[in-house]
T-cell receptor, first 116, second 111 residues
């Protein structure tokens, strides 16, 4: 148990569906992250939030829409996805550091997404 | 890219042997971190080494950092079957907030 909980653990959706992934952390951190992990590829950073403000958007398509209502919760809203978006989506949190000095990330177990 | 690049991509050893994984990166860093991932699970932080440190130990793990060569190594001594996992190094670009990961080294430890 890392203190970061992701739901659902598995999700199957059609290309026209709208769904959301949820992440909750109980560690008192103020930085939260979404990463995408596809087979045979490095982890891809998607979004970074520091104190509820988005500080990085790594050129993610608009069919992925993040939401951070408070420092403990992070959502990833999904709509009109493509089959190539099938992947493991990982949420992480950390204490915020200065630029270039991020500390240890605590990851959730991930949400395995399959787009049909 | 600031991503770390791990080498080798895959490593297969027997229990009791040592496993060494290497990581290279491209630009200046403040710290370098190593993570472990069991199949289909989240990543778990193993160790963080700062740019002014050359070596760090944690249990059976030993990490070295050579900033002049922009490289790091992770040594797992006396490996066990339970060490089977993927291992990733991660760095943060000086202009950014988030860790960039490499593709990882897949380690298989056979009994």
């Amino acid at each position: 148990e890392t203190g970061v909980t992701q739901t659902p653990r598995h999700l199957v959706m059609g290309m026209t569906n709208k769904k959301s992934l949820k992440c909750e952390q109980h560690l008192g951190h103020n930085a939260m992250y979404w990463y995408k992990q596809s087979a045979k590829k490095p982890l891809e950073l998607m979004f970074v939030y520091n104190f509820k403000e988005q500080t990085e958007n790594n050129s993610v398509p608009s069919r992925f829409s993040p939401e951070c209502p408070n420092s403990s919760h992070l959502f990833l809203h999904l709509h009109t996805l493509q089959p190539e978006d099938s992947a493991l989506y990982l949420c992480a949190s950390s204490q915020p550091g200065g630029r270039g000095d991020t500390g240890e990330l605590f990851f959730g177990e991930g949400s395995r997404l399959t787009v049909l | 890219s600031q991503q770390g690049e791990e080498d080798p991509q895959a490593l297969s050893i027997q229990e009791g042997e040592n496993a060494t994984m290497n990581c290279s990166y491209k630009t200046s860093i403040n710290n370098l971190q190593w993570y472990r991932q069991n199949s289909g699970r989240g990543l778990v932080h193993l160790i963080l080494i700062r740019s002014n440190e050359r070596e760090k130990h944690s249990g059976r793990l030993r990490v070295t950092l050579d900033t002049s060569k922009k490289s790091s190594s992770l040594l797992i001594t006396a490996s066990r079957a339970a060490d089977t996992a993927s291992y990733f190094c991660a760095t943060v670009p000086n202009s950014g907030y988030a860790l960039n990961f490499g593709k990882g080294t897949s380690l298989l430890v056979t009994p």
